[in-house]
């Protein structure tokens, strides 16, 4: 009986090679970013105990009621439920308190980039494994550290090329304002609550901040006019918004305050925001974040303010893929503007090519090319000569090394440029340097 051919999980794509250098470039540009910023990178687990997100992230939330992968292991007398990480915060906040980090000292800058997991149903930028890179900022309550972060956030946008993105901003405030603030929700949504779906009906008693990002255009025009938390913030939190505000309009960087800005997460507190970008369908969001002053003490640890963001790498991807116009313009890849070789392999080293005589001394050849640091490659597909140099030159070498019966005698190959089509003998001590352009000897 043979196999049907085996998919990946629903939601859970390759990536394939030829996707792989617009991933790196990503990844190369936040990390210069980030630790030109003062980030260092910490590297968690990718499962965690399930309790550690639904304490963390808040057990009345999308995630943790039904977007999380989990899976019960160890004995009967001892059964443990793990959870795959749908966010890093959570895993980072205890990591800096599993390891006393806030003990050596107060404040940190920490970054992570890496797979996350959520059952959500896949749609065009929606999977259940994708990959952010994050930020956290831990051990502060200045307002200047949430500007930074925008800006920082802003910095990655723009170095990658990201066009057509606003900054959605709010605050939250302290749970004294959310206390007042869900009162005069309720008061507002109670004589409305009718017309609403049924997913916002059993928020309003569980949850009522979650109805404020209801897709459902009737919830939506509903929500449209409720009072704005701005007007409902206490004056610290009025002051940490403002000057988180100015602190923008210093910077330059636009932004429109948007009450309904609350994001999907509990552990939010005072400034929250949003990066939507208009290249997006429904799902557009590049990234976003915010202040949660309450995790660390929470979770155990000491009164600590904190700041976050993460940006989704797989939604970035698709903002940087080119308008249809600009399509196949030239030979830079034009999502990236990152070079591509034919067939998207920038070798440009040695192609070892030989006879079925020759091959165990070709491989001793390719071997010396290797440990000299030359990238070189072997045949070993059977072709014949001929077709070795067809692939050679498809490929983008630089160089094919020949090694015939009389060069495997005489311990040499015929090396053959391939840019000026010339070719020499070249004793196979000196053929390192031949390839790096120094002259053997001298
Ligand atoms: P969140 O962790 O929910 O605040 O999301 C931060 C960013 O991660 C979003 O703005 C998206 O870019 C990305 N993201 C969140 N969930 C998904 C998903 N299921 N698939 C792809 N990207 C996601």
């Known amino acids: 009986m043979s196999w049907q051919a085996p998919k990946a999980p629903r939601g859970m794509p390759d ?29 968690t687990p990718l499962l965690e105990s399930t309790d550690l997100f639904a304490r963390g992230i808040g057990e009345v939330t999308d995630i943790v009621e039904k977007e999380m992968f989990s899976l019960a292991v160890g004995s009967k007398d001892r059964p443990e439920s793990l959870s795959l990480r749908p966010e890093f915060t959570a895993s980072v906040v205890r990591a800096l308190l599993e390891h006393n980090l806030h003990r050596k000292k107060p404040f940190w800058k920490l970054y992570s980039i890496g797979a996350l997991f959520r059952y959500e149903r896949p749609q065009a930028g929606r999977q259940r494994q994708f990959h952010q890179i994050n930020g956290e900022a831990l051990g502060s309550y200045d307002p200047l550290l949430d500007v930074e972060m925008i800006d920082l956030a802003d910095q990655i946008l723009r170095r990658l090329g990201v066009e057509d993105y606003r900054l959605r901003l709010n605050s939250l405030g302290c749970a004294g304002c959310r206390g007042r603030y869900r009162e005069v929700l309720r008061d507002f949504l109670r004589p409305r609550l009718a017309e609403m779906c049924e997913t916002c009906k059993g928020r309003f008693d569980r949850n009522v901040f979650r109805i404020l990002d209801c897709k459902s255009p009737t919830d939506k025009a509903i929500v449209a006019s409720v009072p704005p938390m701005e007007q409902h913030l206490c004056d610290p939190c009025r002051a940490h918004f403002d000057a988180v505000k100015a602190g923008l309009d210093r910077l330059e960087i636009a932004y429109q305050v948007d009450p309904q800005l609350v994001r999907g997460f509990d552990y939010y507190t005072r400034t929250v925001f949003e990066f939507p970008c208009a290249r997006l369908g429904a799902q557009d969001a590049v990234g976003g974040g915010g202040r949660y002053d309450r995790l660390i003490p929470d979770m155990g640890g000491p009164e600590a303010g904190a700041v976050g963001f993460a940006f989704g790498m797989e939604r970035l991807l698709l903002a940087l893929e080119p308008k249809p116009a600009a399509a196949g313009a030239s030979d830079a890849d034009a999502r990236t503007g990152v070079p591509v070789a034919p067939d998207g392999a920038a070798r440009g080293g040695v192609f ?57 005698r005489e311990g040499s190959v015929t090396l053959k440029d391939m840019r000026a089509g010339t070719q020499a003998r070249v004793a196979r001590g000196d053929l390192v340097s031949a390839v790096r352009g120094v002259k053997a000897g001298g």
Do not use: C, H, N, Q
């Open 15 to 43: 990536i394939l090679p030829d996707d792989v250098p617009r991933w790196r470039r990503l990844e190369d540009t936040a990390r210069d970013l980030l630790e030109r910023y003062g980030y260092r990178e910490i590297r």
């Open 352 to 408: 070892v090519a030989a006879f079925p005589e020759t091959r165990a001394v070709a491989s001793a050849v390719l071997a010396e090319l290797r440990r000299g640091a030359v990238p070189a490659d072997l045949d070993y597909e059977g072709r014949s000569l001929k077709a070795a140099m067809r692939v050679a030159d498809r490929e983008g070498y630089a160089f094919v090394a020949i090694v015939g019966e009389d060069e495997a």
